[in-house]
Antibody, heavy 123, light 108 residues
């Protein structure tokens, strides 16, 4: 059964670093673009970053540009989000999500989400 | 970026009733690249509708999506107890992807 499992969340002090992981199983990970999306407590969803299936193209939201970096290791079926200089407003549940179509597109509808990992930025 | 505004914020229905959720975009969404998701408390989102009107796998036909341009609607006919949740829309026409703030469908 295809699934995504996030890990790496926790409490981090402002300005310290944290790396989130999203491990995929049950499908050909290297055929799909992947995204990170977050949901702050009591708030709506916010798109964070995206990466093409081959890792050659990536996008980041303006709110995290220059601080967060998306990457992937297709040999390990894993997507990453490196969070540097996090701020209290980055506190959220972070989800990884898969696009519905293989290879062709990066920006597309999400047909699979992980269960999320909680990040709390606090001193 | 495209701003998506959903209404109402909360919709109270009794099982068996029909409800309509609205998602309005600040600019035209190309090729109807608009999706709806259902999120129950403590769970990750579930895709309900893509391309504005195409039901996702496993979604019953009492869910119906419509609209184009800047105005989109999700209609739920004969609401059942398992339907009560937060619904949010999302566009995927270009970057940045954005989401509506959500409509909470609650039991009346």
């Amino acid at each position: 059964q295809a699934q995504l499992v996030e890990s790496g969340g926790g409490v981090v002090q402002p300005g310290r670093s944290l790396r989130l992981s999203c491990e995929a199983s049950g499908f050909n990970f290297n055929d799909y673009a992947m995204h990170w999306v977050r949901q702050a407590p009591g708030k709506g969803m916010e798109w964070v970053a995206a990466m093409s299936h081959d890792g050659k193209t990536k996008y980041h939201a303006y709110s995290v540009m220059g601080r967060f970096t998306v990457s992937r290791d297709n040999s390990r079926n894993t997507l990453f989000l490196q969070m540097t200089s996090p701020r209290p407003e980055d506190t959220a549940v972070y989800y990884c999500a898969r696009v519905s179509r293989q290879i062709v597109v990066i920006i597309d509808v999400f047909d699979m989400w992980g269960q999320g990992t909680v990040v709390t930025v606090s001193s | 970026e495209i701003v998506l505004t959903q209404s109402p914020g909360t919709l109270s229905l009794s099982p068996g009733e029909t409800g309509t959720l609205s998602c309005r975009a600040s600019q035209t969404i190309n090729s109807r690249r608009l999706a709806w998701f259902q999120q129950k408390s403590g769970q990750s989102p579930r895709l309900v509708m893509s391309g504005a009107s195409a039901r996702a796998t496993g979604i019953p036909d009492r869910f119906s999506g419509s609209g184009s341009g800047t105005n989109f609607t999700l209609t739920i006919y004969r609401v059942e107890p398992e339907d009560f949740a937060v619904f949010f829309c999302q566009h995927y026409s270009d970057s940045p992807i954005t989401f509506g703030q959500g409509t909470r469908l609650e039991i009346k």
